[in-house]
């Protein structure tokens, strides 16, 4: 109950408090709101007791005091209530009618009136029959649209003096809109799904009789973080079909439910619910683990597959779809950068060199370093805006050229873009640059005639008039090196940015589902208000705007009232103006008309977040039947398309998703070296994880370059321009795919002549080296080395000679010309194929790698299921191999248990004959010793029976004398 509702009580006034009762014909109570509790903050007036206490003759007449503040009314059905009100006798009316009692439910309120003369109870209700669609289910559908939560209910109910409904009552209606809107935004979503599919069927967007879609991703959490604390208990991603432009599929994550964590802090039980948690890992995870999902579903949901999506650059749903593999590992998605967070990037980037601290080189003093700081600050806009026109060109106006021309045409114009910015011309493209376009027209105009200042085209980049080349000066200071990296990690994506597309469609939705959550200020992650909020956006997406009419209809199964249609039309009516607005203002951009107005450009690094969420879900037994049978079919189809495969990767460029998607499936000659020198009993599983689920650097910059990469994609095309120079004629080759093992392909760096490949090492750490033999005597080289000759060459041992090998074998040439590239020399080797080798020391290996290893995986994956290395298959070899050495090891462990069983049984043999033996000493010592002592006992005796005979002989004596004595006395 709101705190400006009150109780009224007198002496014939009988009410008690609730929430969660409405009459039935006025003699009696049932459960609406909420069942487990029958009492609570409501005033009702109890009707049954009123008039039993009436039939008794104890209650009076005196009127209740009036009911106080505002209450909302249905105008037509409240007056329709109080004309239809009939006596019985025809004497009486609603005038002679006082006020008894009021039941508040909510908004929604039900009076009673007595008549004074006969007593009739006349009940008003202010709102109309329609149970569902009521007062409180309208204001909590006003809510959620219009991006506010219940204190801002009950605040303004408080303002204008209104009951307001508790919020217990608003969560219950809360939870029954939740529902219907899921269904109502799942309706909408199903028909985008079937418009979606027609026109990739319509347009031939299919791959093995499966439509795929283009769709716009991105997530949104329900809290601002402030790149602080990324801890949002609630998070949501957008799926947007390209064409239709429509939300396809949308989803929340939520790690926390309020009921629940009540129950477990009093330590009582969970009362019945519909939970709103469902997900327990990070929540930088959210948005990986629901992109997951809306491409796992997809199949299911609408009948297509989604291979390729624009996505900004900020987080890791490109590497989770990845290693995820939704429709299994044949099939890759494509990720298209959007161009905005690019250039974002990009401009944040130059802003970092603009302001940072850096020592000036030696002829360069502290004012110039100052001056050229400011310049490259002042300029960010413009090499900006240089980058976006020439995507615009090179994606819009070039599409008669191809994919591959238009990506080459348009990353020489982005690294272009800083000579043109800072006064250096000499390179621009015509479209690019009006210094050039004056050039090219003055050189046209014959002599004496006066020139000509034509419009420039919509496309070309900005140029200042008169500007100073201070190319050179930013050479020379040390900031040219800086500006350039990031402008390469721009042109990187140019197979990205060739699109030219953004996923605002994406961004406008996430603006639409933060002024549903009232700009992520008030916490609603503890239910389910968060996710009605979301399918509230994606339904006025969907819907144009209309959602509180689809809404209305889907509860009510009629159209809303006037004033909510009015609001739906003025709505609608301001959407098309605001359209017209932008498209004019747009065009007068184009024209030239107007300026557009300076933005301050971003500062601060971008945040690259999206942790993995370990799964639970356990992987299925394996079937070996039919994993046998999957992988003959794939075995089949490789070959069956072989040679339609190799026509179409003619002129496939190297980078291309042509080309990865190749690549993904085959063992490469890069991979050959790693898997012919494994030991037998190497787990496969690592090398598997990386071939098919790692993210590797591409195109779309999803995962940044090791420096030891960049700098060889840096380095290459010097290395073939000196090669050049020694007369080579050096040809740009694809991907090969050998015609026995159609499993097995290689990408040579080029063709020289129609008998030879060439194969290009830069290394890194070696690359400032004076020499060869430098580099080999310090390690930084280790795969050269001389021979007995003491000819310098490639190691038949090292990785490198195998990839050799293999392409050789694949390309079926004979000879591959293998260079080392540095900065002050070069090696060039030139390597025949050798078949022996092939077939003694690759051949077999390869063949039971992938077939073993590789091909399980392809065609019935384990790991997308928890996304654990653990479960991808082991080899079968490797499984015997570590069985046979598990057998070698018990055997062995066997033997020298037996070993030690025999040591241990002598040692006890010998440890008993020395027993015997000391206890037979013992015994002969002991026989010796009671010898001894017998014979001293007996000596001992003999000496005592010697001495009492001399004593007897003694006493004998003395009593001899004594008798003499006495004789001699008598």
């Not at 034509?454 to 930013?474: F, I, S, Y």
């Not at 159609?742 to 490949?757: E, H, I, K, T, W």
């Amino acid at each position: 109950m709101g705190p400006t509702s009150t109780p009224m009580r007198s002496r014939d006034v009988y009410c008690f408090e609730t929430s969660s009762l409405s009459p039935i014909n006025g003699a009696g109570w049932r459960p609406t709101v909420a069942p487990r509790r029958a009492a609570a903050a409501l005033p009702m007036f109890n009707l049954q007791r009123h008039r039993a206490l009436l039939a008794d003759g104890h209650a009076k007449y005196q009127p209740a005091p009036p009911p106080e503040g505002r209450r909302c009314i249905l105008y037509q059905q409240f007056i329709e209530q109080i004309l239809a009100d009939k006596h019985p006798g025809g004497y009486c009316s609603f005038m002679n009618c006082v006020f008894v009692g009021e039941t508040l439910l909510g908004f929604r309120s039900i009076m009673y009136y007595q008549c004074e003369m006969c007593h009739k109870i006349t009940k008003l209700e202010t709102d109309g029959p329609n149970r569902e669609m009521n007062i409180n289910m309208s204001m909590v559908n006003g809510t959620v649209e219009g991006g506010i939560t219940y204190a801002a209910v009950r605040t303004l109910a408080a303002a204008i003096n209104m009951p307001a409904p508790t919020k217990k009552t608003y969560a219950h209606y809360e939870d029954k809109l939740a529902d219907i809107m899921e269904a109502a935004a799942m309706d909408e979503m199903l028909e985008v799904g079937k418009r979606a599919k027609a026109h990739a069927i319509a347009v031939g967007n299919v791959k093995d009789g499966i439509p795929w879609v283009t769709c716009i991703l991105d997530g949104q959490w329900s809290k601002r973080v402030y790149k602080c604390k990324y801890d949002a208990t609630s998070g949501s991603v957008t799926v947007i079909e390209e064409h239709t432009g429509k939300v396809i599929w949308q989803a929340t994550k939520n790690k926390r439910c309020s009921v629940c964590e009540y129950a477990a802090r009093k330590s009582i039980p969970v009362r019945p619910h519909k939970c709103g948690k469902n997900y327990k890992g990070p929540s930088t995870g959210m948005e990986a683990a629901l992109a997951v999902e809306a491409f796992r579903s997809s199949m299911e949901m609408h009948g297509v597959m989604i291979l390729k999506y624009i996505g900004d650059g900020d987080s890791s749903v490109g590497a989770r779809l990845q290693a995820a593999s939704p429709y299994g590992a044949k099939y890759v998605i494509q990720k298209v950068e959007c161009k905005n967070h690019v250039l974002r990037n990009f401009k944040r980037a130059l802003i970092d060199i603009s302001t940072s601290a850096l020592p000036c080189p030696e002829g360069v003093t502290q004012l110039e370093m100052k001056t050229l700081k400011k310049a490259v600050r002042e300029n960010v806009l413009r090499m900006s805006t240089g980058v976006s026109k020439a995507c615009e060109y090179r994606g819009e106006t070039e599409k008669d050229l191809g994919h591959h021309e238009r990506v080459r045409n348009l990353r020489k114009d982005i690294m272009n873009t800083a000579c043109h910015v800072f006064g250096e011309h000499s390179t621009c493209a015509l479209y690019f640059c009006k210094t050039r376009q004056a050039a090219e027209a003055a050189a046209a105009t014959p002599a004496g005639a006066p020139a000509g200042h034509g419009d420039a085209p919509p496309t070309c980049a900005p140029t200042q008039e008169l500007e100073e080349n201070l190319v050179k000066r930013l050479q020379r200071s040390g900031l040219w090196p800086k500006i350039m990296v990031p402008l390469n990690r721009v042109a990187d994506l140019a197979s990205s940015l060739v699109y030219n597309v953004t996923n605002n469609p994406c961004e406008v939705a996430n603006s639409v589902i933060a002024q549903r959550a009232s700009n992520k200020r008030p916490y609603l992650g503890g239910r389910r208000s968060y996710q009605t909020r979301v399918y509230s956006a994606g339904l006025s997406l969907n819907t144009s705007a209309q959602g509180l009419r689809v809404v209305h209809r889907s509860i009510a199964n009629s159209s809303p009232g006037k004033y909510t249609e009015k609001y739906v039309q003025a709505r609608k009516a301001e959407r098309n103006e605001k359209r017209l607005r932008l498209a004019k203002r747009k065009l007068d951009l184009i024209r030239g008309a107007v300026r557009p107005a300076p933005r301050p450009a971003a500062t601060g690094p971008d945040e690259h977040y999206g942790l993995q969420e370990e799964g639970n879900q356990p992987p299925p037994a394996d079937d070996p039947v039919r994993l046998q049978e999957e992988a003959d079919k794939f075995l089949q189809s490789l070959l069956d398309n072989l040679q339609a495969e190799q026509e179409e990767l003619k002129d496939v460029e190297q980078g291309s998703i042509e080309w990865r998607t190749a690549r993904k499936n085959r063992l490469t000659a890069v991979d050959f070296g790693e898997v012919c020198k494994r030991r037998p009993d190497t787990s496969c599983r690592r090398f598997v994880f990386d071939k098919l689920y790692r993210a590797k650097t591409d195109y779309a910059g999803q995962k940044p370059d090791p420096k030891q990469i960049q700098h060889g994609k840096t380095y290459e095309p010097a290395a073939k321009a000196r090669l050049a120079t020694k007369g080579y004629k050096i040809q740009n080759c694809s991907f090969f795919i050998d015609t026995e093992m159609p499993y097995l392909g290689a990408s040579p760096d080029g063709l020289l002549d129609n008998s030879a490949v060439l194969e290009i090492k830069c290394p890194f750490t070696a690359y400032e080296s004076k020499s060869k033999d430098e580099a080999m005597q310090s390690g930084q080289i280790k795969y050269l080395r001389r021979d007995e000759d003491g000819n310098i060459k490639l190691r038949k041992d090292d990785n490198y000679y195998y990839q050799v090998q293999g392409q050789l074998h694949i390309t079926k040439r004979d000879r591959c010309v293998f260079v080392v590239y540095a900065k002050e020399w070069e090696h060039i080797e030139e390597i025949e194929r050798d078949d022996e080798f092939w077939n003694n020391e690759m051949r077999d290996k390869l063949e039971r790698f992938y077939k073993e290893a590789l091909l399980p995986e392809i065609v019935m994956p384990l790991y997308q299921y928890r996304l654990e290395k653990k479960d991808i298959r082991e080899a079968r070899s490797v499984i015997e191999e570590l069985a046979r050495r598990e057998k070698d090891r018990e055997e062995k462990a066997q033997r020298a248990a037996e070993r030690e069983g025999e040591k241990r049984k002598k040692k006890e043999e010998k440890d008993a004959e020395r027993k015997r033996k000391e206890e037979a000493a013992e015994r002969r010592r002991e026989v010796a010793e009671r010898k001894r002592e017998e014979a001293a006992e007996k000596k001992r005796q003999a000496a005592e029976k010697k001495e009492r005979q001399a004593e007897k002989r003694r006493g004998d004596g003395e009593n001899g004398s004594v008798q003499q004595h006495k004789r001699g006395r008598r």
